[in-house]
């Protein structure tokens, strides 16, 4: 029988997958922004663009919170 040996990643290997994932996830958060922004603006629709607005700003902190504890992880 042979072992599947593991490889391990680098800390530098790390932080770029982590780079490319959570840039992924802002873009998302962001793209939310937008589109709230454009409910409120360019459809008047206030009520509606503060909810998206709200809801891309809560995902950018849940995000920041895990970039934070991530980082502290590691030192």
């Not at 873009?27 to 409120?40: E, F, N, R, T």
């Amino acid at each position: 029988m042979t072992k599947k040996l593991k490889k391990r990643l680098t800390q530098q290997q790390e932080f770029e997958i982590m780079k490319l994932v959570l840039d992924k996830f802002l873009w998302v958060a962001m793209v939310i922004i937008g589109y709230g922004v454009y409910q409120g603006v360019i459809l008047e629709n206030w009520g509606n663009g503060i909810a998206w607005g709200v809801a891309g700003i809560i995902i950018l902190i849940l995000f920041l919170v895990m970039i934070v504890r991530e980082y502290e992880i590691i030192r």
